[in-house]
């Protein structure tokens, strides 16, 4: 029972501190409705364009939301030593990163459900497969906040964070599916996909909302959930190594 007390309470903390901040909120809901506009505009079709749109969207929305804001507060308590004193709390290291991360998957998964919103309103959504979005949209949530976990606690400095990041989310835009098909991309690059987590939650995506995926879902959910677990694992290896004397 300790232990929930625990968890709970370092997770509500950090969404107080962190996530419920007028900026963070307002940055939450303006940053998805850019890239709606952005890629709609860019798209130069009209409203039947969205659905093909919408997955890529709906996946930036949680890549942005979850590794910016992770990257930044694990990187910063770290620096001025209050993840110290978290690692006194009476609850195992696995349980701890759990509540720590808790808040950036629920940033995620909210952040992605404005494109969502605002899509209803203008296309017809009636035949997306909403029982294979939701759990697609929390495995990536949890991959995205898992990789920006694994980003923060490989460097010590903000900056480096954010520099970090953009190395594994730019590419991740233009090679995992979400604008430009896998089958598009030229056949010396298209390995470079399979290697990243997101292709396989974008395939769900896309094939959940307008059929669009190549691969089976059965397998999109192992591999994506693979990647869940080995990216929490080599972030506790990381900290044990590194930030556990």
Not at 187 to 210: C, Q, W
Request: proline share 6%; charged share 10%; hydrophobic share 60%.
């Amino acid at each position: 029972m300790t232990r929930w007390i625990a968890f709970w309470n370092i997770f509500m903390k950090d969404v107080r501190v962190y996530y419920l901040k007028p900026p963070n909120i307002s940055w939450g809901i303006i940053f998805p409705l850019a890239w709606t506009g952005m890629f709609f505009i860019r798209a130069g079709h009209g409203l039947e364009s969205i659905p093909a749109l919408l997955p890529g969207v709906m996946t930036i929305s949680i890549l942005f939301g979850t590794t910016s804001m992770l990257a930044v507060t694990i990187t910063f308590e770290k620096r001025q030593r209050s993840f110290d004193r978290l690692l006194l709390a009476p609850i195992p290291l696995e349980l701890l990163m759990l509540a720590k991360t808790g808040g950036a998957i629920l940033f995620g998964i909210i952040n992605c459900f404005v494109p969502v919103v605002i899509a209803t309103f203008l296309a017809d959504l009636s035949g997306v497969a909403w029982a294979l979005v939701i759990p697609a949209i929390i495995l990536i949530a949890i991959v995205s906040t898992f990789l920006g976990l694994f980003i923060a606690v490989s460097v010590s400095q903000v900056f480096e964070a954010q520099t970090f990041s953009n190395f594994f989310r730019f590419p991740m835009i233009f090679l995992c599916g979400l604008f430009v098909p896998i089958m598009s991309l030229p056949v010396f690059i298209r390995p470079l996909s399979y290697v990243l987590p997101l292709t396989y939650g974008v395939d769900i995506l896309h094939g959940a909302v307008h059929g669009g995926n190549i691969m089976s879902f059965a397998m999109d959910f192992l591999i994506l959930g693979a990647f869940c677990i080995g990216l929490f694992a080599l972030s506790l290896r990381n900290i044990n190594r590194k930030w556990i004397v």
